[in-house]
């Protein structure tokens, strides 16, 4: 969708008078682009007649920057589409706090389990408790308790014998004995939705009073993943999705439609295998991700789970005055070593997907330290004013780097590339807020 979308904002962005026919060719751009991206039809059809309504306006045709006002509201109707804010966990006014899973089988249920609570525990300070509900497959238990062992987070679990019920009614008993102030019950999936889980769901509704019904959904499965966010709701009225394997070669229809078919918020999207792979939802940044100009407020949200809030902020005001340089790229990425897949932070960046290449780029330990290896042969001079670096510097540094010439200009190349889309996504941004805000 990145693609596609960007290239017609990248013809209109220019344009200092914006005609009815442009807008029209637009906006026909946009419905098969959103259509491709698997898109509910119902739902494209009321996004394009609302934002052709908003661009034919006057204040848009009288503006001194028509295309610019076009683009900012295909982006705010998108945003808004995907529900505005970013919502939250329901939190319960009296521990613990029950949140209950639901979803088909292999959507990511047990997974999004683990790292709900690495993320609550993480961030919000939260005590932690898995559940062991899915008693169909043996190896279910043992899956949740692996996570709970790696995270070093305690699961209840009995075993596949009892009813959930009991295992539900006896495991919250625990939470409560044992002051643990969340309770995260992992729940038993089917290929279809069928009466016999539905019934079984029903049921751990009624004992478990959740304060939030989380549906996990595989993006990966398009449309579907709009039909069965649905039936889960009309039955469970549930109160939050997640979005899982967002990382993969996903189309990003399924955030655009559920939202807008089930009327209840996507909370989290799930981003990678790996435990640190969940991250909350921002309407606003997926809108802006999607018209290519990239996802700084998230890295900056991943990274300041690692680093000093202070760094942070001197960094974010880089970005805003488009003072980065090379020397704060180099600190950034030591930050961001920590953080584990580099090439998926990397893809995150603003204007990431016009870098040529960058999606055959796999940028692990190795590459970072290479990139590194020739900053650090740079003078500090060279590092704020790269423009100046003539081919003999050039040499210089590929010489006291080990690295070659054509990486050293590759590297240049990419920062300047990056810096541009920086600019353009900084500019006329507000501030940032809290990104963990209150629960
Ligand atoms: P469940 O049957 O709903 O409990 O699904 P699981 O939690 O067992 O997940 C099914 C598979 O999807 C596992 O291999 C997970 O590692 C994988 N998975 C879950 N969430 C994500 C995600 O966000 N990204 C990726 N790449 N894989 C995921
Ligand atoms: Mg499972």
């Known amino acids: 969708l990145g693609g596609r979308l960007q290239d017609i904002m990248d013809r209109i962005k220019g344009k200092g008078k914006v005609t009815e026919q442009d807008i029209k060719e637009m906006m026909r751009e946009v419905r098969l682009a959103l259509l491709e991206a698997d898109v509910n039809f119902k739902v494209v059809r009321q996004f394009i007649k609302d934002v052709s309504e908003r661009a034919n306006g006057a204040d848009v045709m009288k503006s001194l920057t028509p295309g610019q006002q076009v683009i900012k509201i295909v982006q705010e109707e ?27 089988q292999g959507a990511g249920k047990t997974t999004t389990a683990g790292k709900l609570a690495l993320l609550l525990r993480k961030s919000y300070n939260k005590k932690p408790m898995l559940i062991a509900g899915d008693i169909y497959r043996p190896a279910a238990i043992d899956q949740l308790e692996t996570i709970g062992k790696q995270l070093d987070i305690p699961v209840y679990s009995m075993g596949d014998k009892e009813r959930v019920e009991t295992i539900v009614e006896n495991g919250l008993k ?33 004992i478990a009073k959740p304060n939030e019904i989380m549906l996990v959904v595989d993006s990966m499965t398009g449309q579907d993943a709009v039909n069965v966010a649905e039936s889960f709701n009309n039955l469970l009225d549930i109160t939050g999705v997640t979005l899982t394997k967002l990382d993969g070669d996903t189309r990003g229809g399924a955030a655009l439609s559920i939202r807008s078919v089930t009327e209840k918020p996507i909370k989290f999207i799930g981003v990678s295998e790996k435990m640190d792979g969940l991250e909350a939802f921002h309407p606003e940044r997926m809108a802006s991700r999607i018209l290519g100009m990239g996802d700084i407020l998230s890295i900056i949200e991943k990274a300041q789970m690692n680093v000093d809030l202070e760094d942070q902020a001197e960094l974010e ?11 704060d790229f180099l600190a950034q990425m030591d ?17 990431a997907n016009k870098i040529k290449g960058l999606d055959k780029v796999k940028m692990n330990g190795k590459e970072i330290d290479h990139v590194q290896a020739i900053i650090r042969s740079m003078t500090m001079e060279e590092r704020e004013k790269p423009e100046k670096l003539n081919i003999s510097r050039k040499r210089r540094i590929a010489a006291g780097s080990g690295r070659s010439l054509q990486e ?8 300047n590339e990056m810096k541009k889309m920086m600019k353009q996504f900084t500019n006329g941004k507000g501030k940032k807020k809290n990104p963990f805000g209150g629960m």
């Not at 945003?79 to 706090?97: C, D, F, V, W, Y």
């Not at 930050?335 to 204007?351: N, S, Y």
């Open 335 to 351: 930050q961001v070593k920590t953080l584990g897949p580099l090439d998926e932070l990397i893809k995150m960046m603003p204007g």
């Open 174 to 206: 625990y939470a409560r004995e044992n002051h643990l102030d969340t309770v995260i019950i992992d729940t038993a999936g089917r290929l279809h939705i069928d009466e016999d889980l539905m019934n079984e769901l029903k049921n751990v509704k009624e």
């Open 317 to 327: 005001q880089k970005l805003k005055e488009n003072t980065f340089t090379l020397d």
């Open 78 to 104: 998108l945003t808004s589409l995907m529900g505005g804010e970013n919502s939250k966990i329901n939190m319960s006014q009296k521990p613990p706090t029950v949140i209950m899973m639901v979803g088909l």
């Open 408 to 415: 050293v200009n590759r590297l240049l190349k990419q920062f």
